[in-house]
């Protein structure tokens, strides 16, 4: 462990402040002034970049990511688990290793989730509710070896709670997953529809105001 990856460590378990933003941004890491960072364990962790009016709750844990990257009002609640498996190639979009939540994303609280292939929420995906899993790798039983493949949430999709998101799966704009359901491996969802079950299935077209709105919080 070098020393700017020890001292990023050691800044991470710093209290919410502007002065932990500050000490991160004289690291060489991308921190708004606005963002609240919690107390997290980030260990062997490259890029960071952070934007305003970010929000990283506490008891969070990122071990070995190549890349964080939390856009404008973006959340990310407690005691979830990001990590990547490195003896692992990565998978060839340029995700590989990465967790990028876009502007007003949302992940909350107490999910496991594997970055080996990559992670992207884009602008309004959320992954609510407690207990799911991300997976972005897997055993290739016919060829004997572990592959990874990126898992992708377009603008504004959905994963509801207690959910298993399989490697290789890409949700369409305000795609939706009911919760406990499974995706298939390499599974596509298309736009504005629900899902359900094992392995998922489309229920019915859906919309609604949670599909139009202006911040990542949702709010009485």
């Known amino acids: 462990m070098t020393p700017r990856v020890l001292a990023t460590t050691l800044c991470w378990?710093?209290?919410?402040?502007?002065?932990?933003?500050?000490?991160?941004?004289?690291?060489?890491?991308?921190?708004?002034?606005?963002?609240?960072?919690?107390?997290?364990?980030?260990?062997n962790?490259?890029?960071?970049?952070?934007?305003?009016?970010?929000?990283?709750?506490?008891?969070?844990?990122?071990r070995r990511l190549r890349a964080l990257r939390i856009g404008e009002d973006a959340v990310i609640?407690?005691?979830?688990?990001?990590?990547i498996a490195p003896s692992l190639t990565?998978?060839?979009?340029?995700?590989?290793?990465?967790?990028?939540l876009d502007d007003h994303a949302v992940i909350t609280n107490?999910?496991?989730?594997?970055?080996s292939g990559g992670v992207w929420l884009a602008r309004f995906a959320s992954l609510v509710g407690v207990r799911s899993t991300v997976l972005t790798h897997s055993l290739?039983?016919?060829?004997?070896?572990q592959t990874t493949a990126s898992v992708v949430l377009a603008e504004h999709a959905f994963v509801g709670t207690s959910s298993t998101i399989m490697p290789g799966t890409r949700m369409a704009s305000r795609a939706v997953l009911a919760a406990g359901g499974v995706t298939a491996l390499g599974g596509r969802y298309e736009p504005n529809t629900l899902y359900g079950g094992v392995p998922a299935k489309p229920i019915k077209?859906?919309?609604?105001?949670?599909?139009h709105r202006a911040r990542a919080w949702v709010v009485q």
């Open 13 to 43: 378990l710093l209290p919410p402040s502007r002065m932990k933003n500050a000490l991160l941004r004289a690291l060489g890491h991308r921190v708004h002034p606005s963002a609240h960072l919690g107390i997290c364990l980030v260990v």
């Open 45 to 62: 962790t490259g890029e960071i970049a952070v934007g305003e009016a970010a929000f990283v709750g506490h008891g969070n844990v990122f």
């Open 77 to 83: 609640g407690q005691l979830n688990w990001f990590s």
């Open 90 to 100: 990565p998978a060839k979009d340029g995700l590989g290793g990465m967790l990028r």
């Open 110 to 115: 107490r999910h496991y989730v594997d970055c």
């Open 140 to 145: 290739d039983l016919r060829a004997g070896k």
């Open 205 to 211: 077209n859906i919309d609604g105001a949670y599909f």
